[in-house]
């Protein structure tokens, strides 16, 4: 009786990982035809593409003009950051300062690249 009972174990199980990789191997072949569907333009292949990215230098810093009316920015500004905290805040913004952006080339076409592809 024991080995019986070993061999309609082994029996389950094996009949259990195959509809386990057959249930899979269906789920991989809608994905893939639901990508033909819904992204035509889409590669499929896998291959990796490899985007040559042309930047062109930023211009030298020109001087430093003043805006035109900064106190209109700091309203925005202050508005927009008492906004986002629930307007409980009492808080002046009484200066801005605007920063550089130092990050490298790559980090900047990174970046672009990301934002293009949400869409």
Do not use: C, H
């Amino acid at each position: 009786m024991d080995a019986d009972k070993m061999i309609y174990a082994l029996f389950v199980t094996a009949m259990g990982m195959s509809i386990v990789f057959i249930v899979l191997l269906l789920l991989r072949y809608v994905i893939a035809l639901m990508k033909l569907v819904f992204a035509p333009n889409a590669k499929t292949n896998g291959a990796a593409t490899v985007k040559v990215v042309t930047t062109v230098p930023d211009p030298a810093p020109e001087a430093k003009e003043p805006l035109a009316d900064e106190g209109e920015l700091i309203a925005v500004i202050t508005a927009a950051v008492v906004a986002f905290m629930g307007g409980r805040s009492n808080f002046v913004v009484k200066n801005i300062t605007r920063v550089g952006d130092s990050s490298p080339a790559w980090a900047k076409s990174g970046r672009q690249e990301q934002m293009l592809n949400r869409f």
